[in-house]
């Protein structure tokens, strides 16, 4: 038997009520409690929203242009149904309207004889009525497919709905947007380039002065952003390393720039510099940027490659630009030039190994910070563990992320010794009593994997 929405709200509000018990509000909650009744609202909101976009399809449907009059809408004051579900809601014009096209897009259809068909997209209907995706999170996937349908066939396309629902549950609306990007360069790599035209002609940067100030307003293309990106990051990963190595933190003279004011900083001494040019860089903790291609697609020119620390994938042409700049290394996959295991040999991982990593683990392969960010660490430890300096016993980590495993004890696993091996986190008993692997790494943004 099918699950509804309303049957899935109601597991929900049992749910939240057990796990409420007898506590009068949430500061009589222990922390179990707390996790519980975060996870089961949770639920409970995708739910009613999942609910919300039924109840706003049908709307739409009753609101419909040939009904002229009759339209429910219109008998209710309002233009649109989307105006008519933002006013009783509260909700945006915006909101309203995603709710009005989740809503279609995942409602029951029938054919000109009025038989019975199934939704449009149906893997999307059954996350959203389980509570396992969200509204905002079908959004996005519904606009992928309905993007790429008209170039892949129709088999591809059900695949890739399907391996998007499967990955979209337990990640934030953040990270759904990194899967959807590049989920959508997997299945329409032709479509790159001609993106990348488009976002080029959009380039500008304007400066002004207001109230004695000099204010900057920027918006680039990834090609011609990635090194701007990478030198900034670079400049502020520079100072924390600086930071980390000053013998008294709280001392009155010790540095405590945000990092907004870092990248301002960093900025002004780049253009310092290139006006003086006095051979003195400022310090920029080896900022590269890093384009990574697959060997075919590079040899036949199709495809597309990617950025490190950069979502949005670019296509062959820009990356054959950029390897032709100073300060961008470009990283060709599959070649067996490099050794990427030394065992006991070396302690430290090799530059090539920290590409190869990179490649696995995009950056922090916990919290996603960019690779500048991090160190690659070794999961069974070089002097406790005897460990080797090979990539199934490396991880990239933020010192942040590095710190709270070990604080925690949390267990690393890599599944493979490839970089396209998946790292998984297993959280202690304390935290979660049937141990359940977390994915890490880039593997929770890859459709192909």
Known sequence: MTTTHLEALHAAVSRLDAVWTDAEDAA??????????????????????????????????????????????????????????????????????????????????SDLLGAPLPAKYPAVQRALTDGSVSVAAAALIIALLDRVRLKIDSDRVQQAEALLVEKAPGLSLDEVRRLVTRAEAFLDPDGVAPREESARAQNSLTFYERDGRLRLDGDFDIESGAPIKAALEGYVTAVFAARAKTLDPNAPDADR????????????????????????????????????????????????????????????????????????????????SDILDWGREKRLFTRTQRLALTERDGGCAMCTLPPSMTRAHHINWWNRDHGTTDLNNGILLCDNCHHRIHDNDWTIHIDGTSTTAHVWFIPPPHIDPTRTPRLGGTARYTLAA
Do not use: W
């Not at 996790?35 to 739910?47: C, D, F, K, P």
């Not at 040019?277 to 310090?283: I, V």
């Not at 590079?298 to 062959?316: A, F, K, N, R, V």
């Open 257 to 336: 720039r945000t990092i907004r004011q870092l990248q301002a900083d960093a900025l002004s001494s780049l253009c310092a510099h290139a006006l003086g040019c006095d051979d003195d860089a400022p310090a920029l903790a080896g900022a590269t940027v890093i384009v990574r291609v697959n060997l075919d697609d590079l040899t036949t020119g199709t495809g597309y490659g990617t950025i490190d620390g950069i979502d949005q994938p670019i296509s062959i042409g820009a990356i054959r630009r950029m390897a032709a700049n100073g300060g961008i290394i470009p990283t060709v996959l599959n070649t067996d």
């Open 28 to 109: 009589g909650l222990d922390r179990a409690a707390l996790i519980a009744a975060n996870e089961t609202l949770g639920t409970l909101n995708r739910v009613v929203t999942a609910l919300q976009a039924e109840v706003a399809a049908g709307i739409a449907h009753e609101s419909r242009a040939e009904l002229g009059s009759e339209s429910l809408a219109k008998q209710h004051g309002f233009r649109t149904a989307a105006r008519l579900v933002a006013a009783v809601t509260g909700a945006s014009a915006g909101d309203a309207s995603r709710l009005v096209a989740v809503g279609a897009a995942t409602a029951p259809r």
